[in-house]
């Protein structure tokens, strides 16, 4: 893709996404039950969330610990659709910082963070490149909860290793994404893989909502087309592959 193109399919990409309460799978009952077998957090936490989108995580993380959460993302259509979120939510506003920026170049000091989370955004850099960089930004014994798309399985069906080899490349086994993990500086406390339900009810299916709804120029009648072919892939083969939320400590 040239630049163009690229700006164009991230545009029609952000539209798709417009509104929702979120821009990729996840489920607040199951953060939640994360962050409640994490180790306790010092006093006064420092609390990033990457790749926020329009905040699912950060407004649960700035409820869950009552702590300001800086949260980074990109889209200026999100940022501000973060903000309007967080002057919803009762007692949320003054928690949330919310940051335009790329979370591949932040210029946070060593060592700043108690806790990084980042949930669907990862694979934007690429889950070992995202690591590395983000690893020196967590204090000693830092936590991270990284959710990247994972296979499940070696022997994975030929539709939806084409598809995914494709989309993306570099996506790996959990076995493949711990070594990763222990390779950019980190140990693991635990995975969690998100329940295939968690996809439809709380993205794919507000998502197919929205793409009703919306006006469809060309440019986004590809991308839903492209939408529609993952969610039938994942109809059939979400016993193969989906979101591991990877639990890590600064090693
Ligand atoms: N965490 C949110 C959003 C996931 S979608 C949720 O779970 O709902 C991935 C997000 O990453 C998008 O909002 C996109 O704008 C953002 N993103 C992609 N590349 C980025 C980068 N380099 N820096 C910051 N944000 C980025």
């Keep these: 893709m040239n630049t163009d193109s690229q ?3 991230v545009a029609a990409l952000t539209d798709l996404h417009r509104g929702l309460e979120r821009q990729g799978p996840g489920d607040s009952d ?15 936490p420092r609390i990033a969330d990457l790749g926020c989108g329009s905040g699912a995580g950060a407004l649960l993380l700035a409820q ?38 790329d979370m591949a170049e932040l210029d946070w ?21 995202a690591l590395k960089i983000w690893r020196p930004l967590l204090a000693n014994s830092a ?5 990247e798309m994972s296979w499940f399985a070696d022997d994975v069906p030929e539709p939806a290793r084409t598809y995914w ?7 790996g ?20 893989r998100l329940p295939a339900q968690a996809w439809w009810v709380n993205y794919y299916d507000p ?24 969610m039938r892939l994942f109809a059939k083969f979400s016993d193969f592959y989906g979101y591991t939320f990877y639990v890590l400590q600064a090693a």
């Excluded at 199951?30 to 006064?44: A, E, G, V």
């Excluded at 080899?165 to 570099?170: E, F, G, K, S, W």
């Excluded at 919306?214 to 590809?222: A, C, K, L, V």
């Design 143 to 147: 936590i991270a909860v990284i959710s």
């Design 173 to 192: 086994t959990e076995a493949e994404n711990l070594a990763r993990a222990r390779r950019s500086g980190f140990s693991l406390l635990s995975t969690h």
């Design 165 to 171: 080899q494709n989309a993306y490349p570099t996506m």
């Design 7 to 9: 700006n164009d399919y």
């Design 30 to 44: 199951f953060s939640r039950h994360i962050l409640s077998h994490l180790p306790t957090l010092p006093p006064k």
């Design 207 to 230: 998502l197919r909502e929205r793409m009703r709804q919306m006006e469809i120029t060309p440019r986004i009648q590809s991308v839903i087309r492209e939408t529609e072919e993952e």
């Design 109 to 129: 000091p060593v060592g700043s963070l108690d806790l990084l989370w980042s949930e669907g955004a990862a694979y934007n850099l690429g889950f070992e490149q």
């Design 64 to 101: 869950y610990y009552q702590s300001p959460v800086m949260a980074v993302d990109s889209s200026s259509v999100f940022i501000e659709e973060l903000k309007a979120r967080a002057k919803l939510a009762a007692g949320l506003e003054h928690l949330i910082i919310p940051i335009q920026g």
